[in-house]
């Protein structure tokens, strides 16, 4: 039993959500005690974003978003802390920010980059930070990518029922959870990076409200097939991905042309729901259930075109659980700091094909 606090900024680039949480049990049972989102400071998102692509003197720029967004974390931590003293919390698990996701790129090693200076947020904050949670599995040769599924499998397995779990971040990843046998995961794809990516250029908002302007669109079909040829979708896992390969860059080849930017809008929506829709029934085709977390899960558009998809699965979100949508991923690295603290491997090696179990993590200590 202990309290932790997880932080999670992710491949949207929205901000960071934190949750201050409760882990008995060995991390079996959770409750979110406190929760605070905050969007990124603009400069901050831009650079960010920047950093994701090649560019000038990138050592010293991530140096200095690395700092940024520990200062930004501190800030998340004042707020779910409240009235909590900080020596009642063992430990800050700190996702960081992904700007480079290469896993077995190079010379069959490569690396994954999650910036954050987590010596500059145990300084500020005096609680143990514990960050850096893929470079081992990537060390090991796995893809470092995704580690929710141990975090979903303890939460949402059922003994009598094939369950799923669908994350809609920036990129989509599922977690499998047969009624037996072993857990599966992968990235499916992109989800509100390229969502957003496209709403911002166009219409300046940083995201589609409720997918209000997809709906307005009609989906080309012909478009929709070109982007589906992408080799990603149809590789086998253990398989991972971001922004490194899909940018906005990924569509431009065939989008910049004359096609108007609303059914641009819904064919993204649809390779969303379709990509994901079909990873589950290739991979699972036994589920029946399907929960569903990430902000993502407020664009109702694509809901409901997973709905239509995929009959016979009842679709359902994770705030009926008891886990909001948007606390999902910062729960999981809380867990997964917990597990470094009490020496459990956090990956799951038939998700992310690494050579075995580890404990996932980097422990800068309070003092
Ligand atoms: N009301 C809404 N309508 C449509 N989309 C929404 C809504 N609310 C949030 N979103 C989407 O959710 C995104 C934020 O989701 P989330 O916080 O899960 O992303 P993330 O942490 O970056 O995810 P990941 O780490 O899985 O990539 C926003 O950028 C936006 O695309
Ligand atoms: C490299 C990286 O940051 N990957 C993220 C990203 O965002 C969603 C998807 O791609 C997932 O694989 C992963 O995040 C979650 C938290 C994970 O590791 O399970």
Redesign the pocket.
């Given at each position: 039993m202990g309290f932790y606090i997880g932080l999670?900024?992710?491949?949207?680039?929205?901000?960071i959500?934190a949750v201050l949480v409760d882990l008995a049990e060995g991390g079996k049972t959770l409750t979110v005690l406190a929760h605070s989102?905050a969007p990124f400071a603009p400069e901050l998102r831009s650079e960010l974003l920047a950093l994701n692509a090649p560019g000038d003197n990138e050592l010293h720029r991530a140096a200095l978003a690395a700092n940024a967004l520990a200062l930004a974390c501190e800030e998340r931590i004042e707020a779910v802390l409240g009235g909590t003293s900080r020596a009642q919390v063992r430990a800050i698990g700190a996702?960081g920010q992904?700007v480079r996701h290469r896993p077995g790129a190079f010379d069959g090693i490569g690396y994954t980059c999650q910036l954050l200076n987590g010596a500059l947020l145990a300084e500020r904050c005096g609680i143990d930070v514990v960050c850096d949670f893929r470079s081992r599995d990537v060390a090991a040769n796995g893809q470092g990518a995704p580690l929710v599924p141990a975090f979903h499998a303890a939460l949402f397995a059922q003994p009598d029922m094939a369950t799923a779990v669908l994350?809609?971040?920036?990129?989509?990843?599922l977690t499998l959870l047969p009624a037996e046998g072993p857990v599966l995961g992968f990235d499916c794809g992109p989800?509100?990076?390229l969502?957003?990516g496209w709403?911002e250029r166009h219409t300046g908002q940083?995201?589609?409200?409720?997918?209000r302007w997809a709906a307005s669109g009609r989906v080309d079909e012909a478009l929709l097939a070109q982007w589906l040829a992408e080799p990603y979708f149809a590789r086998r896992p253990p398989k991972s991905t971001g922004r490194d390969l899909f940018s906005l860059d990924w569509l431009d080849p065939q989008t910049l042309t004359s096609r108007d930017a609303a059914d641009v809008q819904a064919t993204l929506a649809e390779l969303t729901a379709r990509s994901v829709a079909a990873d589950l029934v290739r991979h699972a085709p036994a589920s029946r259930q399907l929960w569903v977390?990430?902000?993502?899960?407020?664009?109702?558009h694509?809901m409901q075109r997973l709905t239509a998809l995929l009959p016979g699965i009842r679709i359902r979100l994770t705030d009926e659980a008891g886990l909001q949508?948007?606390q999902?991923?910062a729960a999981a690295f809380a867990w997964l700091a917990q597990a470094f603290l009490e020496k459990r491997p956090g990956n799951l090696p038939e998700v992310t094909g690494a050579q075995g179990p580890r404990v996932l993590g980097a422990l800068y200590p309070a003092r």
């Open positions: 999670m900024s992710g491949t949207s680039l929205d901000g959500d989102h996702h992904t994350n809609l971040g920036g990129i989509a990843n989800a509100n990076a969502l957003d709403c940083p995201y589609d409200e409720g997918g977390c990430g902000g993502g899960a407020h664009n109702t694509v949508v948007t999902v991923e």
